[in-house]
């Protein structure tokens, strides 16, 4: 695994690489029916993609990896699909925290995790405690995540705030706000992929994207191999950021 990593990562430019990638991992339930079988054997699939695309991200020195695991929007789904996926995550923490913690990943969660069963919650809180100090990676998993919702967050904070004199409405800026968000000690990611060619956000990160470089590929998230997300770095490699100058 390392050896062929190492072979892999030689055509990389490493001078540019994403400090912060987030990704939709889009397309599993369509991997599933593609294969003839169900929708949660693809989220099992992407699970396992998700592995390989973490440690390889670590391998090759990217700082920030944030995924869109669950959106809020999801709870919609049919509900074994969505206990299955609820499942799946606890399943994942419990079976890799170890491993995780000993190859240095710091874990954070984004969203509102209050409607998560009991035993997750407490998952949760021991991963992020157990891996707080570590640096190789940070990790940040969305669970329960919706962009607005956590803008709402932001405004009714900086409004207790506000009300309780601790903070002059007039002083807030976008600084102020960025400390109100999930990703409060991140920079906003540089790059955005979403797999299974949707072109929309889906809610994802919306204050944090206004500058990241997208890109979208028709692969579903169960296919997009190590190969697939080289294209990715490569393709943002080749990218001229101007942030809105000239
Ligand atoms: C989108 O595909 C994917 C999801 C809603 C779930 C993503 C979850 C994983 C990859 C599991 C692993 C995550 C962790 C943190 C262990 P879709 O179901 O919308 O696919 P479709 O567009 O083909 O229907």
Same mark, same amino acid.
């Given at each position: 695994?390392?050896?062929?990593?190492?072979?892999?990562?030689?055509?990389?430019?490493?001078?540019?690489?994403?400090?912060?990638?987030?990704?939709?991992?889009?397309?599993?339930?369509?991997?599933?029916?593609?294969?003839?079988?169900?929708?949660?054997?693809?989220?099992?699939?992407? $699970?396992?993609?998700?592995?390989?695309?973490?440690?390889?991200?670590?391998?090759?020195?990217?700082?920030? /990896?944030?995924?869109? $695991?669950?959106?809020?929007?999801?709870?919609?789904?049919?509900?074994?699909?969505?206990?299955?996926?609820?499942?799946?995550?606890?399943?994942?923490?419990?079976?890799?925290?170890?491993?995780?913690?000993?190859?240095?990943?710091?874990?954070?969660?984004?969203?509102?995790?209050?409607?998560?069963?009991?035993?997750?919650?407490?998952?949760? +809180?021991?991963?992020?405690?157990?891996?707080? &100090?570590?640096?190789?990676?940070?990790?940040?998993?969305?669970?329960?995540?919706?962009?607005?919702?956590?803008?709402?967050?932001?405004?009714?904070?900086?409004?207790?705030?506000?009300?309780?004199?601790?903070?002059?409405?007039? $002083?807030? &800026?976008?600084?102020?706000?960025?400390?109100?968000?999930?990703?409060?000690?991140?920079?906003?990611?540089?790059? /955005?992929?979403?797999?299974?060619?949707?072109?929309? /956000?889906?809610? !994802?990160?919306?204050?944090?994207? +206004?500058?990241?470089?997208?890109?979208?590929?028709?692969?579903?998230?169960?296919? !997009?191999?190590? +190969?697939?997300?080289?294209?990715?770095?490569?393709?943002? +490699?080749?990218? &001229?950021?101007? !942030?809105?100058?000239?």
């Amino acid at each position: 695994m390392t050896a062929k990593l190492v072979l892999e990562t030689t055509s990389l430019n490493v001078q540019k690489l994403p400090q912060h990638i987030a990704i939709i991992m889009d397309g599993n339930g369509r991997w599933g029916e593609k294969q003839g079988l169900s929708r949660i054997v693809g989220h099992r699939k992407g $699970a396992e993609n998700l592995k390989q695309i973490l440690r390889y991200s670590k391998h090759i020195g990217i700082k920030t /990896l944030t995924v869109y $695991a669950f959106s809020a929007e999801n709870w919609g789904r049919p509900k074994l699909e969505v206990e299955f996926l609820i499942g799946l995550f606890e399943d994942m923490l419990a079976r890799e925290l170890k491993q995780m913690h000993s190859e240095g990943v710091c874990l954070k969660f984004f969203g509102d995790l209050t409607p998560l069963p009991k035993s997750l919650q407490k998952l949760i +809180a021991k991963a992020i405690a157990l891996t707080k &100090d570590n640096q190789k990676i940070n990790f940040n998993v969305a669970i329960n995540y919706s962009s607005r919702q956590e803008m709402i967050r932001a405004c009714r904070n900086l409004a207790v705030m506000a009300v309780e004199g601790k903070l002059d409405p007039n $002083a807030i &800026d976008e600084s102020t706000i960025q400390k109100c968000l999930y990703t409060a000690n991140f920079p906003d990611p540089d790059l /955005l992929i979403r797999t299974s060619g949707e072109m929309r /956000l889906s809610n !994802f990160l919306l204050w944090q994207l +206004a500058y990241t470089e997208l890109y979208v590929t028709q692969t579903l998230w169960p296919d !997009f191999t190590i +190969a697939e997300f080289e294209l990715a770095l490569k393709d943002y +490699a080749s990218r &001229d950021r101007r !942030f809105g100058k000239v």
